[in-house]
Nanobody
């Protein structure tokens, strides 16, 4: 059973920063491509960033230059550093793992098999 725990969410003012963490139990994250997704109220879940098994990153245009994805295999954790946060970044953020047969990550919800429970990010003054 693949399980994740997301952490690091919270309330931050516009322009502030947060670092989200996605920690796995029961399996080694290094063998999986990991995606970060977010879902705002009334909106569909969207891909934000992901990191492939070869550590190559992907970012959706709206977060390029502001968000950075990384992994620490020793801690079995993938991080999403979020800087210059804006109110439109407010959402529940989820991490997800793709089938380990795939080397590269994907920005599409349909390509992920295992999901965490989410962590809430609120950007407001």
């Amino acid at each position: 059973q693949l399980e994740f725990v997301e952490s690091g969410g919270g309330l931050v003012q516009p322009g502030g920063s947060l670092r989200l963490a996605c920690t796995a139990s029961g399996f080694a994250l290094e063998y999986y491509s990991i995606g970060w997704f977010r879902q705002a109220p009334g909106k569909e879940r969207e891909g934000v960033s992901c990191i492939s098994k070869d550590d190559s990153p992907y970012y959706v245009d709206s977060v390029k230059g502001r968000f950075t994805v990384s992994r620490d295999d020793a801690k079995n954790t993938v991080y999403l550093q979020m800087n210059s946060l804006q109110p439109e970044d407010t959402a529940t953020y989820y991490c997800a793992a793709r089938d380990p047969r795939y080397i590269y990550c994907s920005p599409h919800v349909r390509d992920y098999n295992y999901w965490g429970q989410g962590t809430q990010v609120d950007v407001s003054s």
